[in-house]
Nanobody
């Protein structure tokens, strides 16, 4: 079974940058549709970025467009590069994979539905 193992994150001042990563351990099968999600205290989990390797598409939430970049390397590691961070970006960040690719083939690839394999989460804190 594919396991997602996250690393990175931490604390930074507003305007700073952080990277978080998600290693796909095990079979590549079922990990072509992946995304990054975040959950702030007292708020619902929301999608921030997703990519579909099968079609070469990427999607971003409006709140992070131009500041966050989702990418993947040949070692099967998914990255989220974040620049110009703001206090409202403070949250626990999760990577996730949709083994059936349904999310990436839908009109709402940043919705939680369909993502069935989740990383353990990593904290990102942005101070003002």
């Amino acid at each position: 079974q594919t396991k997602l193992e996250q690393s990175g994150g931490g604390s930074v001042q507003a305007g700073g940058a952080l990277n978080i990563s998600c290693a796909v351990i095990g079979s590549f099968f079922g990990s072509e549709c992946m995304g990054w999600f975040r959950q702030a205290p007292g708020k619902e989990r929301e999608g921030v970025a997703a990519r579909y390797d099968g079609g070469g598409s990427t999607w971003y939430a409006d709140s992070v467009k131009g500041r966050f970049t989702i990418s993947r390397d040949r070692r099967n590691v998914l990255y989220l590069q974040m620049v110009n961070l703001a206090p409202e970006d403070t949250a626990m960040y999760y990577c996730a994979a949709d083994s059936s690719y349904s999310a990436c083939l839908s009109t709402r690839p940043l919705a939680l539905i369909g993502y069935d394999n989740w990383g353990q989460g990593t904290q990102v804190t942005v101070s003002s």
